[in-house]
């Protein structure tokens, strides 16, 4: 992964990332080092979105996100959404 960072007037408001499966290439959006970097390219009141899969199925991934983003993140939680064309229909987000 690139190490990057931005200046106060280049930060944004809200990052989205609709990862892959944390295995191979996308295995870098779901690390300690990924969640630091884009807090620190978010604004004081930012926000960052981040896809965590079928709980039912992938229940690790939740406990890994929550491990790895809270250090970052001082108000971070889950929620769920419907996605029928998904395998499992039901996905969690952080």
């Known amino acids: 992964m690139k190490i990057f ?6 930060k ?11 295995i191979g290439p996308g295995e870098v959006l779901l690390t300690d080092d990924f969640y630091k970097h884009a807090k620190g390219c978010l604004k004081s009141d930012g926000i960052m979105v981040n896809q965590n899969g079928v ?3 992938q229940a690790d991934e939740l406990q890994n996100t929550q491990t ?4 970052w993140y001082k108000d971070m939680r889950f929620y769920g959404a419907p996605v029928p064309t ?4 039901f996905m969690t987000f952080a």
């Open 55 to 57: 709980p039912l199925f």
């Open 12 to 22: 944004t408001d809200i990052i989205i990332s609709d990862n892959t499966d944390p």
């Open 68 to 71: 790895r983003m809270s250090h």
């Open 5 to 10: 960072s931005v200046s106060d007037q280049e």
């Open 86 to 89: 998904y395998y499992g229909g």
